[in-house]
Every structure is written in structure tokens, then in C-alpha cells.
């Protein structure tokens, strides 16, 4: 079966779920990361994207994430466009990479950004990185330079993370120090691996 030994790594934008991935990856953890995928998808994609969008959005051979996301961002029917061409490709390509880990009979994370939101994939245990409202909109704030309306919107286009907290049979709770930070995930992982066997 896909996703036997498949965890889910979701949580909210700037909840620190690719410290948490970088710490599972050092403790051998294979990381299926469906943004990279995505990415390698979306430039893949390009002649598609420029008939859809227009020719504007290929720049030198590769797809202007930036442009593209300005204009699907804020517009849910352009948005609905540009899932419908990526969205199935993508599920092919985690589950084509996830069959391959199930050889090894050990959890591994797949990283899901908006899992809840869009629930397209089969996968039963959840793990989700928490961090405070606050926190994530001062991150966002600090580290991609948004404005703080920019980041607000960014934070509420998604399911709040209180809600995903709910929903998620682990919790890595980040809103503390990286030490903290490595001590949950230590305890996290125990967890998952109590589970497996």
C-alpha cells in the first residue's frame, strides 16, 4: 500500500517545518518535500504555464514564481488553473517516491504544506509544527520581508494552525528555543517509532 509508513509533515507557513524536516533528515529520516517537487513540476511545466498565463511568466527558461504567484495568489479562478495542471503531477510524483521508500519498511516524512486543506493524500499519521500566530507573522515579517498585511493574508489564506494542531496526531510545538525544538522532535520521533513496530 502508498504511504504505509508515510508521516505527514504540515503545519502553518512559518512554523519552522523545514528546521524540523533538517533535523528528522539527521536522524536518517528520508523527506519527500512536496514544494521541491512542485518546483521541479513547475519549471518542467513552463511552455504549459506560458499558453495558460502568457509568455511573461518564463523568464530565460524558467518559470517567474514570483510574477506567477502575484497574479494566482490573490485571483482563486487563476489559482484553480494553475492547480488543476500541476496538483496531479505532483500526487504522481510524491506517490512514484513514496513506493520506492515503503522497500524499506521505516517511517520517512512526507512534507505537505497544506494537507488538511487540500486532502489528496491517504496518509494517516500527522505531524504538525506549531508555533503562535504571533510568531509566525514576526518570522515572515523578518525573514521573506513581507509587509505585516502581506503576511497576515499569507497566514489566514490558510487553515489556522490552531485548527491543524487539532487535527494532527503529533505535535512539534516551536515556539521556543532550538534546543526545545530538537528535544520535541527527539520525543517525536520515539513516538513514531513506537508506533511502526
Do not use: W
Request: charge should be negative.
Amino acid at each position: 500500500m502508498a504511504f504505509k509508513n508515510a508521516v505527514v509533515l504540515t503545519g502553518g507557513i512559518a512554523t519552522g517545518k523545514s528546521s524540523v524536516a533538517k533535523i528528522f533528515a539527521a536522524f536518517g529520516y528520508t523527506i519527500i518535500d512536496a514544494d521541491t517537487i512542485a518546483h521541479e513540476i513547475l519549471n518542467a511545466q513552463q511552455q504549459s504555464i506560458a499558453e495558460i498565463f502568457g509568455k511573461r511568466f518564463v523568464v530565460s527558461g524558467k518559470v517567474d514564481r514570483k510574477a506567477l504567484g502575484a497574479l494566482v495568489f490573490p485571483d482563486s479562478a487563476q489559482r484553480k488553473k494553475l492547480e488543476a495542471l500541476l496538483h496531479p503531477l505532483i500526487r504522481q510524483e510524491i506517490e512514484r517516491r513514496a513506493n520506492e521508500e515503503e522497500q524499506h519498511r521505516k517511517p520517512y516524512l512526507v512534507d505537505i504544506p497544506l494537507f488538511f486543506e487540500s486532502g489528496h493524500y491517504p496518509i494517516e499519521k500527522t505531524l504538525v509544527v506549531y508555533a503562535k500566530e504571533q510568531q509566525q507573522l514576526e518570522r515572515l515579517v523578518l525573514r521573506e520581508g513581507y509587509s505585516k498585511e502581506e503576511a497576515l493574508a499569507r497566514i489566514h489564506s490558510q487553515m489556522s494552525i490552531e485548527e491543524k494542531r487539532n487535527l494532527g496526531q503529533c505535535v512539534i510545538d516551536n515556539s521556543g528555543t532550538l534546543t526545545q525544538l530538537q528535544q520535541e522532535c527527539e520525543r517525536v520521533k520515539k513516538e513514531i517509532e513506537d508506533d511502526s513496530h
